[in-house]
């Protein structure tokens, strides 16, 4: 197909279906999962498809809870915490969303890294591809130079390219259509664990990023919009949904066929099963990254790649590294001018974009470079795959404050929540909650040692008294006014006029 002498291809009920049952013969371990970069999940069990398919619903309503607050207020969400939470709680919140953007850059230079390195058929190690990052940045500097246009049609190349090279893997791979919308729309998980759970809350975070909840409340304002007219507002918010609608479809997508060809290719297999595959193909040299055992294959974008290569021909595997590089380079766009609008809004300290990429890249060069260097792929898979467990903890930190402002009627008068939307959106914010109050407990019992348990259970007790304090002037503006003392009334009535100028000053 590709020029391959052709390897053996394994059958579609041992090796193809993504709902082919496990040969019990097998000994197994549990499976583990890793995340791409930049929104595109790749769990190696398909009952959790659908989680991929509500994670987009909820990251559609979060930008639409977005764009309507920056298109009626004209102001972001960071500018709209400054003006309504006190320093305290307003520092912590700037600090996790500054931590969740390190996080995404940091998964960017590894996808980007990974990317390289099988591009170079390994001759590019992965602490030099993660240098080569430093460049990518520079040259996305360089196209910033030349206007928030030319910058978007990149981007828009780049969405394209990752849709044409994910896509081209899920028509070679031909994934089951009946098993894969089965497990789409009907949930659940039978005989599922910790494993699992942490795959779940992954897929949560590398759908819906809390930066780009920021991000996207401030992206609304480059548009002209007359505030005077109701009518102008109104269909505003409707076309900026459509546009919301769109992208996240394309993503889903993007993501659907992703976790489709793992699906296809992974799902129960072994390590002696992908190492006789490759032996057998032209990629036979890199048949040494699968243990000769019985155990199930940990899939991660750097084994993901190869498998796809030795299963499809070579030109499976360097597209596939197209993709991640195209996904790596999306996420540095977007983490930079997310990092400029949240410090722009909680701080009122304005960076220019160069600073800002320079501060956020050498925050994330540094820890995976040491990764890269004194440790090996599978090492860097996990990491990336705790960075996005990440995003999913830190979530409630963009959730919490933009449903807490989009349900003020003193801030959004007609505009403001109405009672199904707070239903729904407040119900998986629950569940969400408790899925990462539930992955942190028992994720405890596997620190290394009992000192750890001390700087867990500071960093435990920050996140929970400022999850604590969100959702309690979240409660506020849904209608609990019990809750509101003297010191939070604006919460009920908003800020007076002067206050807002000399804060916005």
């Known amino acids: ?61 979060c930008q639409r809870l977005a764009a309507r607050l920056g298109v009626v207020t004209g102001k972001d969400l ?21 931590l969740a953007i390190v996080g995404s ?21 992965l602490w030099g591809g993660v240098l080569i990052t430093i460049v990518d940045t520079f040259f996305f500097l360089f196209l910033d130079n030349y206007g928030l246009r030319k910058l978007e049609a990149f981007f828009g190349f780049l969405i394209t390219i990752m849709a ?32 699992e759970l942490l795959q779940a809350v992954g897929i949560i975070g590398a759908i819906i990023m809390p930066h780009n909840i920021y991000l996207h409340s401030a992206l609304v304002k480059s548009r002209e919009i007359d505030r005077t007219r109701r009518a102008d507002i109104r269909e505003a918010n409707m076309y900026f949904l459509i546009e919301a609608a769109i992208a996240l479809s394309v993503s889903f997508f993007i993501n659907l066929f992703v976790v489709a060809v793992f699906g296809q ?3 129960q297999q072994t390590n002696q099963a992908a190492f006789n595959v490759c032996a057998n193909s032209s990629l036979h040299d890199y048949a040494k990254i699968f243990p000769m055992n019985n155990l199930t294959v940990a899939v991660d974008i750097y084994q993901g790649g190869v498998i796809l290569g030795c299963l499809f021909g070579p030109a499976a595997l360097y597209i596939w590294a197209v993709g991640l590089l195209a996904a790596g380079q999306s996420s540095t766009m977007t983490g930079t001018y997310a990092g400029q609008f949240v410090m722009e809004g909680f701080l009122k300290l304005r960076w220019s974009r160069f600073a800002r990429v ?3 890249r050498s925050c994330a060069i540094l820890p995976t470079i040491l990764v890269a260097v004194f440790r090996d792929l599978r090492d860097l898979s996990g990491l990336n795959d705790l960075l996005n467990v990440l995003q999913s903890l830190l979530l409630p930190f963009a959730v919490l404050p ?28 629950v569940l969400i909650c408790a899925i990462n109050l539930y992955f942190v407990v028992s994720y405890l019992p596997s620190l290394p040692h009992p000192a750890y348990f001390s700087l867990v259970a500071l960093l435990a007790a920050v996140y ?42």
């Not at 791409?36 to 990251?59: F, H, N, R």
């Not at 929540?417 to 914010?429: D, P, Q, R």
């Open 1 to 61: 197909m590709t020029g391959d002498t052709g390897p053996p291809k394994l059958s579609r009920t041992r090796y193809g279906s993504i709902s082919s049952p496990p040969n019990p013969g097998l000994q197994q371990e549990p499976p583990g999962g890793t995340y791409l970069s930049k929104k595109i999940p790749i769990p190696d069990a398909e009952p959790l498809l659908w989680v991929l398919l509500w994670a987009t619903v909820l990251g559609l309503l």
């Open 78 to 98: 960071g500018e709209v915490c400054h003006l309504y939470y006190p320093k305290v709680p307003r520092t912590l919140l700037w600090l996790t969303i500054e």
């Open 105 to 125: 850059d940091m998964q960017e230079v590894i996808g980007t890294a990974i990317a390289f390195n099988l591009l170079s058929a390994g001759r590019i190690p």
């Open 164 to 195: 044409l090279t994910f896509g081209y893997e899920y028509v070679v791979a031909r994934p089951a259509q009946g098993a894969l919308l089965r497990d789409l729309f009907l949930p659940s998980c039978p005989g599922c664990g910790q494993p």
């Open 265 to 267: 290719a992974f799902y």
């Open 358 to 360: 320079l501060l956020t």
């Open 402 to 429: 933009i449903l807490t402002f989009t349900s003020m009627p003193a801030l959004m008068q007609e505009f403001t929540n109405g009672l199904v939307s707070k239903a729904f959106t407040s119900s998986i914010m």
């Open 464 to 505: 929970l008294g400022l999850t604590t304090y969100l959702t309690w002037t979240c409660l506020i503006t849904h209608g609990a006014t019990l809750l509101a003392h003297g010191s939070h009334q604006h919460f009920l009535y908003g800020l007076p006029e002067e206050d807002q100028e000399k804060t916005s000053g």
